[in-house]
């Protein structure tokens, strides 16, 4: 069985006082929730705090990005094991918007990934296809791609270590979701696709969450696939109510 993810991706939002305020409203609002794993990702500047305000809530903590190295000559970057020693529990890499606007590839996708399971963090590894991708038939030749080439050389057994978050940019932020059979069908696709790169078990038991316009009000349709194993939220992790809305998607 696959335990059910629900991640928050804040993006650049929220001073130190208005995430504080964010998880005291949203701990009470899900502390009874069972069996589903509740992870936010503030800005870097907010982890400390966030973590200290999560406490011993059911709330963990990722970060929106890292560097490979541990350290050294590297200015304005953060190393897993700087995120670590502050508290997180996961980090997610190759967001499409690193992608499109800082240059992230499938290969710094690679490098990122590789140090952050080292370090002993969980991966949330973005991959997904533009709408002119989606139009020109190629969603699963860029999924294959995006896929083979962040996981390159990562062994089997660090596999459990990464959770894939499949997230159309054509979805993420524009209020269009996929449907739930759109979103099936390609979390279908990158199911055998490990399959095919690892092996059948490690497929059944590697998590694949849906990102992109995700809100109370399609959660459901989407956490009833088979293959959908929770969600990467932006807009609606913002607020306490629409996140709790999604986290208790189980009524
Ligand atoms: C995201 O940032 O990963 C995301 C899916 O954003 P939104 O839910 O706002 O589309």
Redo the contacts with the bound molecule.
């Keep these: 069985m696959r335990t059910p993810l629900i991640a928050g ?1 804040w ?1 650049l939002f929220k001073t130190l006082a208005e995430a504080t305020a964010l998880i005291n409203e949203l701990a009470p609002l899900v502390n009874d929730v069972k069996d589903v794993e509740i992870v936010v990702a503030p800005v870097f500047t907010a982890i400390s705090t966030v973590v200290s305000a999560a406490g011993k809530t059911a709330v963990r903590v990722a970060a929106q990005d890292c560097y490979w190295e541990d350290e050294g000559a590297f200015t304005g970057e953060v190393s897993p094991k700087l995120l670590k020693d502050v508290g997180c529990s996961h980090v997610i890499i190759g ?1 499409s ?1 690193r992608r499109q606007y800082f240059g992230e590839t499938d290969d710094t996708v690679n490098r990122k990934t590789k140090a952050a399971i080292r370090t002993g963090l969980t991966v949330l590894l ?1 991959v997904g296809e533009s709408l002119a991708q989606r139009e020109s038939n190629d969603t699963f030749k860029v999924i294959e791609a995006q896929l083979r080439g962040g996981l390159a050389d990562i062994p089997a057994a660090e596999l459990p270590h990464i959770v894939i ?1 499949y ?1 159309p940019v054509w ?4 209020g269009k979701t996929a449907s739930d059979t759109q979103a099936q069908e390609v979390h279908a696709f990158i199911r055998a696709l490990v399959a095919q790169i690892y092996s059948p078990s490690e497929a059944d038991a590697v998590r694949i969450l849906y ?4 809100k109370p009000e399609n959660i459901n349709g989407l956490m009833s696939q088979p293959d959908i194993d929770g969600a ?6 913002l607020k306490a109510e629409s996140f709790a809305g999604i986290i208790r998607f189980k009524g």
């Design positions: 991706n993006k967001h918007e973005c978050a997230e979805a993420i932020g524009t990102g992109g316009s995700v990467l939220v932006g807009g609606a992790s």
